[in-house]
């Protein structure tokens, strides 16, 4: 009896996981994975969208990441973030826990009182989105705390 309700404490887990973050292009809109749109010659938009595995901070080393690759891949050394946001979007977070409930009910054959114990297996599922606005230059890279040398950000992300 434990190995099957083992079993379906496990099978009820997995099926509320979701698919981890693969680092790639988005295959659709509200998909995981990276999207950029030019808007200059040497701006960029990069959005970078993941999956309830990552958090904020993962998924903004991710868009820097492609923010890097994208400014070598057109021939520049260094890029500035001109903007940066990290947005929840979509998900929820279910907290976990016991629960207990205590009722009572009186009628015309009596009164009586109820108890009722639970446990909710909660789960995380947020997704968050970064995107950056980017600015792309050649040569020295400026002093500007903005700026970042392309080269060794994608050696940091590799």
Known sequence: MKRIIGAFAFLALAACASAPTVYGPAVAN?????????IETD???ITFRANADLKPPQVEDLAMRRAAELTL?????????????????????????PSVGI???TGSYGSG??????????????????????LMGRGPKPSDPRAYDAQQVANRAN
């Open 43 to 45: 701006r960029y938009r």
């Open 113 to 134: 009182v109820g108890v009722g114990l639970g446990f909710t297996f909660g789960s995380d599922t947020r997704q968050y989105e970064s995107v950056l606005e980017i």
């Open 73 to 97: 891949a057109q021939g520049y050394q260094w890029f500035n973030v001109v903007t940066r946001n990290t947005d929840l979007v979509g998900g929820q977070n279910t907290p976990s826990g």
């Open 103 to 105: 009722g009572g009910s």
């Open 30 to 38: 509200n998909s995981a994975g990276y999207r950029e749109q030019r």
